[in-house]
């Protein structure tokens, strides 16, 4: 009765808990604390998006439970935003399901497609859902490199050739979640090929499909001739349309893969709030001002970011896409390792970040931050940064920061 059980024993701990839990001592404790760790959305979602949330809610009928595989409009929705934005056709009753969160929806594929044992090649590093939705589930992981490339394909090659059992999943993320890298078509042509010919299927998170700052945008996996053979893909309305608390996401794609988890969140729920599937209705099919604003609003927040950080003393290389840059740590503190420099930084700064290491051992000595403050808060926590780093010998440029 003592020992842990089984999949509790599979889950180290959780490491970006512990910056978190100083954060919110440190708030408890009235300190002002610019929180750039979690990737929150600050903004609100549009507001005919709540008036048809409140809309739907005000009927008496509105509260019995929802659709699992979500309410027949979200699905078609979403079918046409992937005709509109990527020109890919899919059926809304056989190659789309809506989840509670493309985390939710990672994880419930996972658990649908697993057996004890089974080899999942994951970025490393990564979001940790990519990983451990696995482990959960039973899983081994065998890392890939986050980075696309040649040395990504190698990695392939090796992992289908020596690995035993043979790899059955693949997992990627572009735009990434931690380190904000981007790909092309050409790269997802290769990805699916290589599947094809290996057997692999392949899980494709696209969270951050409308936060790009290229002039070309992001591309999705299923664009690709073929794709759906092998591939499903994951979207989110957490950061397009700010609403991430709304927890409302998507799996569309390959029918058996999308069947499956279709099968498993039948056992395990009922679907998001009705009211809220409906005002995700309307997000989708309504104005679209707001993603563009939302897509400016994070690009002038990187620029603000990458400029008063630099000038400060700590060099933070230009993210493509995403709400997130990733950081190498300051080179003179580098063997703090990233845990223990963002405690220090929330410590003494006032500045809550990501330690790198919580998305894989491929994420240390670096750091996430979220750019989740406005552009005022940032300029702020570049100010303690230039504190924090002086009092350790690391001086700024000749220009200080702001």
């Known amino acids: 009765m003592d020992e842990e059980f089984y999949r509790i024993r599979r889950l180290p701990p959780y490491v970006i808990a512990e910056v978190n839990a100083m954060r919110a001592a440190a708030r408890a404790r009235g ?3 610019i929180d750039l760790g979690m990737g929150n959305p600050d903004l609100p979602p549009p507001p005919h998006v709540i008036a048809k949330l409140a809309e739907v809610a005000a009927k008496p009928d509105a509260h019995g439970y929802s659709a699992s595989k979500g309410i027949p409009g979200l699905r078609r929705a979403q079918a046409g935003y992937y005709q509109r934005r990527f020109g890919v056709d899919l059926d809304p009753e056989t190659e789309v399901v809506v989840t509670l969160g493309s985390k939710e929806g990672l994880a419930n594929l996972a658990q649908a497609i697993t057996a004890p044992g089974d080899v999942v090649l994951a970025p490393n590093p990564s979001y940790p859902i990519h990983t451990f939705g696995f482990i959960i589930a039973g899983a081994t992981i065998r ?6 490339g040649p040395e990504f394909f190698d990695s392939l090659e090796r992992a289908v050739r020596f690995t035993v059992p043979k790899p059955t999943v693949m997992v990627i993320g572009y735009p990434s979640n931690p380190t904000a890298e981007v790909v092309d078509l050409a790269f997802y042509a290769d990805v699916v090929a290589f599947a094809k010919e290996h057997g692999l299927y392949v899980l494709s998170d696209l969270a951050y499909s409308e936060i790009y700052f290229d002039d070309v945008p992001t591309p999705s996996i299923l664009q690709v001739p073929g794709a759906k ?6 979207t989110s309305m ?6 991430a608390g709304w927890r409302i996401g998507f799996a569309v794609g390959n029918r058996k893969l999308i069947g499956a988890l279709t099968r498993v969140k039948s056992y395990l729920d009922y679907g998001a709030f009705t009211p809220i599937q409906a005002a995700a209705v309307a997000a989708i099919n309504g104005p679209q001002d707001i993603v563009e604003q939302n897509r400016q609003l994070y690009r002038k927040r990187r620029d603000v970011l990458v400029e008063s950080f630099g000038r400060a003393g700590w060099e933070i290389p230009s993210p493509r896409a995403s709400m997130f840059a990733w950081a190498p740590l300051p080179p003179a503190l580098a063997q703090m390792g990233s845990l223990e420099f963002s405690k220090q930084l929330l410590t003494e700064a006032g500045v809550a970040v990501a330690p790198g290491v919580g998305y894989g051992e491929m994420g240390e000595g670096f750091v996430r931050i979220a750019m989740v403050e406005n552009e005022q808060r940032l300029r702020q926590a570049a100010r303690n940064v230039k504190r924090f780093l002086q009092k350790r010998g690391v001086n700024a440029p000749a220009q200080s920061a702001d």
Do not use: C, H, N
Request: charged share 25%; glycine share 0%; no cysteine.
């Open 229 to 234: 053979d092998v591939a499903v893909e994951f």
């Open 31 to 33: 300190e002002d604390i």
């Open 143 to 148: 890392s890939i490199p986050t980075t696309p």
């Open 238 to 243: 957490s950061k397009t349309y700010s609403m």
